[in-house]
């Protein structure tokens, strides 16, 4: 099960229960030692049209308005449980272009950042959803987002990496981890080693075989990952990406590491904040 873990929602971002106090409370019940608060950030004013807002969902995301008490809930927590647990403050946020400022100011909040690419900027310069519209023709796009969002320094992961093989389709319209989606891989990886940045094999998309009577979830696709596995010096953490409190210890977890040791897959049990 998880000693540590990274990747943490709350209600604050509209679509998770539970506040901090209720996920620290849970995470000492099953023993975590290190807990990361990352809990959506708001996106950029102006960034989106509202036909983007609502075909990503970001609406889904935490107001400018909550951000205070949302820090002011982990630094209480923090203090109560001094010697029961690490809580460490953090936001998990997209990256669009040209809003830099925004993001360097999300960072100065927090102790650190999870960057997940829910939606990138398409080949026509719209936002697209990155669970829907991706394919073998603007599966670069979505890696030149992450990378850019890696290069900025901001980030210490990148969550879900794998994400785009959600509903991926090659030139044939199957689900197939080809060329292109190898390529995009590729430059994913080859940036977060480059940066010093951890990615994850993420538990919560796991949920999915059970929730469709399937044996395999979109993601971690096991293509990627056993690609990844040839990278030497890549960091890898297990995120629960827990959208509810019991969610930090549920059997999707140990079906996690039983992915990551079938692959062998070296797993770092502690994040170093190194920025």
């Known amino acids: ?85 690490k809580i460490l403050s953090g936001f998990e946020t997209e990256y669009i272009e040209g809003y830099i400022d925004h993001y360097k100011w999300l960072r100065s909040q927090v102790d650190y950042m999870n960057l997940g ?25 979505y890696a030149k987002n992450v990378v850019k969002g890696i290069e900025t320094g901001l980030f210490n992961v990148v969550v879900h990496p794998d994400l785009y093989m959600f509903r991926y389709k090659d030139k044939d319209g199957n689900r ?19 940066n010093n940045v951890y990615v994850e094999v993420n538990c919560n998309a796991i949920s999915w075989a059970d929730i469709n009577d399937d044996s395999t979830w979109p993601y971690p696709n096991k293509d990627f990952w056993m690609f990844a596995k040839e990278y030497k010096n890549l960091k ?19 079906r996690a590491y039983e992915f990551v040791k079938e692959i062998g897959l ?10």
């Open 266 to 275: 070296k797993i770092e049990d502690k994040m170093e904040i190194l920025k």
């Open 117 to 141: 690419i829910h939606f990138f900027k398409d080949l026509d310069g719209h936002l697209k959803n990155s669970y829907k519209c991706i394919d073998y023709k603007n599966v670069m796009e």
């Open 176 to 194: 197939t981890f080809d060329e292109n989606a190898k390529k995009a891989a590729k430059m994913i990886l080859d940036a977060a080693v480059k």
């Open 236 to 254: 890898i953490l297990v995120g629960a990406d827990a959208h509810k409190p019991e969610r930090l210890g549920t059997p999707n977890i140990a």
């Open 1 to 85: 099960m998880l000693k540590n873990n990274y990747h943490t929602h709350m209600k604050y971002c509209g679509h998770a229960d539970g506040d901090v106090a209720d996920y620290v409370k849970s995470a000492i019940k099953l023993g975590i030692t290190e807990l990361g608060m990352t809990d959506h950030a708001p996106e950029p004013d102006g960034a989106m049209t509202e036909e983007e807002i609502l075909d990503n969902k970001s609406y889904r995301y935490m107001k400018k308005d909550m951000v205070r008490l949302y820090l002011n809930q982990i630094r209480e927590q923090q203090i109560l449980n001094q010697g029961k647990i």
